[in-house]
């Protein structure tokens, strides 16, 4: 039986929505139609997901604990649905019939839980980017309010995911906005069956590189608007970005990702190179052919990130240049085995702080050998390492209290950034 606390929580947005509003127009309830099928594909998104993927599925994906994800899929499953029903109760109050016959399929984007996580994270910052674009279509204040307490959510939602995606979890300090027709080029493609939305969707638009875009690289589209009619070499990509008031406009075959960008990129495919306005009331979109597609820009590697993943590196962070160098987050006891084993190939055990000291230059000289770096003495190493007594007066004892040794392991496998018990 669910608790009062429950019930109140849910009965608020009702008490909100469910006040007399001044004005029912068809535009009001045109939009609150489209935000609830919205709405319905998120939490049919995170219902499928959640009921197909074991525990072994995301312990697999590099999650440090199963549970962590699903709490969250969980808790944002829950919040989409109640949204969903918030907003139908509203369009009924209103006179209107809510769209119930929608079909939504996911196809490969549950193929695994990694897939399922980066199409999540789209679904999230693609409904941010539906109620920022239509806002300005809804002339009532109390439904515009009301509508804006569900954004914040989404928002909320979309750090979250970010976070899952190894992603900055606030990569800029402003999102982008999306009109409902440019919303279904991205939607669109999950929604089948009877779907009467009123809105026609904009052509769709896929980035078909491979591997993760980055700075400098360069992209390539498909879309059935990119046929053999048209001239794709009088086309331009489009790069929108949250915060900048125009689009970035670049010749197709120059469509570079340019330095600087982070996070979240909203891309269309113009037949012109004048730029789209950030601002979506005065966007000019006759000039649109596909799109947007949406890619994300992750160059900011955070710790938030590494409390949940297992395996979260940059590697194109490594100082020699290689590709396949990362940094693994491990646990404290497997720190403390690592520097042990360390410390015993060395012929030393690690009983007091010098001795950890001394096992951390072993592992730096192999590292430093390793490079072709000169390698530092035992004792030099020993005479730069921290003192035992921390800033809190803690005397570090032994491996797994306060670990002060950091660097690469004699292996290079892995780098102990040290931890705190």
């Not at 440019?182 to 904009?202: K, Q, R, T, Y």
């Not at 949406?294 to 590196?313: C, E, H, N, P, R």
Request: glycine share 8%; net charge negative; charged share 10%.
């Amino acid at each position: 039986m669910p608790s009062f606390a429950s019930l109140l929580a849910l009965a608020a947005p009702l008490m909100v929505l469910g006040a007399p509003l001044k004005r029912d127009t068809a535009t009001n309830l045109l939009v609150l139609k489209f935000a609830d099928v919205l709405e319905q594909l998120e939490t049919q998104f995170y219902t499928q997901a959640l009921q197909k993927f074991q525990t072994s599925d995301f312990t697999s994906a590099g999650f440090v604990s199963a549970q962590l994800p699903i709490e969250q899929f969980t808790q944002i499953q829950n919040d989409e649905a109640t949204h969903a029903q918030v907003l139908e109760s509203t369009i009924t109050s209103l006179g209107g019939q809510p769209i119930s016959n929608c079909s939504f399929n996911f196809g490969n984007a549950l193929n695994d839980v990694p897939t399922m996580a980066a199409t999540a994270r789209v679904v999230e910052n693609l409904g941010v980017s539906a109620y920022l674009g239509a806002a300005h279509l809804i002339d009532d204040p109390v439904l515009l309010t009301a509508a804006g307490s569900i954004l914040t959510v989404e928002a909320r939602h979309q750090t979250i995911l970010n976070v899952l995606n190894n992603g900055a979890s606030i990569p800029q300090a402003f999102d982008i906005a999306f009109l409902p027709n440019e919303v279904l080029a991205i939607a669109g493609a999950f929604i089948s069956g009877e779907c009467p939305v009123g809105i026609d969707a904009n052509q769709p638009l896929t980035i078909t590189n491979t591997g993760a875009a980055q700075p400098g690289t360069l992209l390539t589209f498909s879309s059935p608007a990119l046929n053999g009619s048209v001239d794709t070499s009088k086309l331009y990509c489009q790069m929108l970005v949250g915060g900048m008031s125009t689009s970035i406009s670049l010749p197709i075959d120059q469509c570079i990702v340019p330095q600087g960008v982070e996070g979240p990129v909203g891309i269309f495919i113009t037949a012109d190179n004048q730029p789209l306005n950030n601002n979506v009331r005065d966007r000019a979109t006759q000039a649109v052919l596909a799109g947007p597609t949406m890619a994300f820009i992750d160059t900011q590697k955070q710790l938030l990130s590494q409390l949940a993943l297992a395996a979260s590196g940059d590697s194109n962070n490594s100082s020699n240049g290689s590709s396949n160098v990362s940094t693994t987050t491990i646990s404290p006891s497997e720190a403390s085995s690592i520097i042990a084993s360390a410390s015993s190939a060395s012929g030393a055990a690690p009983t007091d702080s010098a001795a950890a000291a001394s096992a951390s230059a072993t592992d730096s000289a192999a590292a430093a050998s390793a490079t072709g770096s000169a390698p530092v003495s035992g004792a030099a190493a020993a005479a730069a390492a921290p003192t035992a007594a921390e800033a809190d007066k803690t005397v570090v004892e032994s491996p797994g209290t306060r670990n002060i040794a950091t660097g690469p392991s004699a292996n290079g496998a892995i780098t102990v950034d040290g931890w705190q018990s």
